[in-house]
């Protein structure tokens, strides 16, 4: 006999306040390999998360401004 299959019913849609917690925290160490490497290899799936906001401290957001108005000079 064949397995019936069984569909998902959602509840009522709940709209998220944007202001909410993250649902899962990750070591910017942890995350930042991962990303690196999909961006070379060109994974597709990084695509889908391009408009993805990520939260950062007020303190690494201040130095990626300053790194980014700055030029790195070439070695």
Not at 8 to 21: G, I, K, L, N
Not at 34 to 58: C, G, H, P, T, Y
Request: proline fraction near 5%; glycine fraction near 2%; charge should be negative.
């Amino acid at each position: 006999m064949a397995t019936r299959l069984k569909l998902y019913q959602p509840e009522d849609t709940v709209v998220e306040d944007a202001a909410s917690e993250p649902d899962v925290r990750v070591r910017l160490g942890d995350l930042l390999p991962v990303v690196a490497m999909a961006q070379r290899m060109n994974f597709i799936w990084l695509k889908d998360f391009l408009d993805d906001e990520v939260a950062v401290s007020q303190d690494l957001y201040e130095v990626m401004q300053a790194f980014r108005s700055s030029r790195p000079t070439s070695a």
